[in-house]
């Protein structure tokens, strides 16, 4: 029998639109420990968006100990991965080689995904106190009170000093460095995590000058979350391109596969991910998905590149950018923009975003279509919801 946790009230939207800033889920006592149980050969949680076709009870294969939603965040609809315990404890594992050994860990994210499951997962595999944050959404003030009682707890533990990690999305990083006192909160970390959706260079650069101790994570709900930290793998992770420059990836920590209708579609050996990258045998690059490169006129346009040199420019602080349909150019480059503190006057930034991308990559490049946004559309705790965005920027009938 599989223990049922749904968390359809906390469910990412699909439709278009802003939804609220990423809440933690936090695990439910009766939820953590059926986690405890199911790594120790008990029943599997499931953890179960509201799917499509209105199934909300899949098939549950055997060995399998969590069954999960994928973000969904490209196709619009998630798939359900099978973890088996021991993908789930080899990553926990891992993480703490990588951090520097094991610690207990602030709940930021919601616990119905991979990157919140695994944070609550890690503490069993180690036996380290896990904090939930605050219930409702993600404030700077309320993680800074959290975080001191985060860290006032691991004191009391173990009065030594315990080591003591949190994982965070970008877009919570972003408002963490706003505030003085997150700041300072943050940097009491021995590791920040984050991850869920790529972290723009300088935000990673302002959270470094800052003292706090980001780590970037590249996984997804396949690889039971992040499985390389700062372009390296870890323990027992395997990394190669494939000759159409995919991200293949292969390890321990690698799903049973994906739950269907039908049954189980397995994964192992190797994960194809939808993801471009390079590999130098020792550091992965994520060049960004296959799928979201935008021809425009016969020219490829890679978003990454696009919103590299967005975000470059002063009073920028998020971009999404996506190809929306056109009869004449077949697509024409569009983008989302958030406006920093301090920013110029909406025609003045979409003016300098256009200028700043022509001078970095060339005319080719420039986004036709602008719209600023007061926060992009997200899915699961972090990742852009492109679709959602391509929603936003078409144009009008």
Known sequence: MATLCHALSRAAPRLAGVPPNPEPAPPSSSLHEALARALTGGPAVVLTPDLPDGRTRPHVPAGAALVLGTSGSTSGTPRLVALTADAVRASAVATHERLGGPGGWLLTLPAHHVAGVMVAARTLVAGTRLTTATPGPFRPATFADDAERHLAALRTDDPAGARAYTSLVPTQLRRVLDDPGATAAAAAFDAVLVGGAATPAPLLE????????????????????????????????????????????????????????????????????????????????????????????????????????????????????????????????????????????????????????????????????????????????????????????????
């Not at 302002?206 to 700062?230: F, H, K, L």
């Not at 001078?359 to 279509?369: E, F, I």
């Open 206 to 397: 302002q959270a470094r000058a800052a003292g706090i101790a980001v780590v970037t994570t590249y996984g997804m709900t396949e690889t039971s979350g992040g499985c390389v930290y700062d372009g390296v793998p870890l323990s027992g992770v395997t990394v190669r391109i494939d000759d159409g420059g995919r991200i293949v990836l292969a390890g321990p920590q690698l799903a049973l596969g994906y739950v269907t209708a039908d049954g189980l579609t397995p994964i192992a050996p190797e994960l194809t991910t939808a993801d471009r990258g390079t590999w130098d045998g020792a550091v992965l690059r994520v060049l960004g998905r296959a799928d979201d490169v935008v021809l425009t006129g016969g020219v490829n346009v890679d978003p990454a590149d696009v919103e590299a040199a967005a975000l470059a420019v002063d009073g920028v602080a998020e971009v999404c950018v996506v190809g929306v349909p056109d009869p004449e150019w077949g697509q024409l480059v569009a983008a989302a923009i958030v406006p920093g503190p301090g920013a110029a006057d909406e025609d003045a930034l979409v003016v300098a975003v256009r200028a700043g991308v022509r001078d970095a990559l060339g005319g080719p490049w420039v986004p036709r279509r602008v719209v600023l946004v007061p926060e992009l559309p997200l899915r699961g705790p972090g990742k852009p919801d492109r679709v959602a965005v391509a929603r936003l920027l078409a144009p009008p009938d």
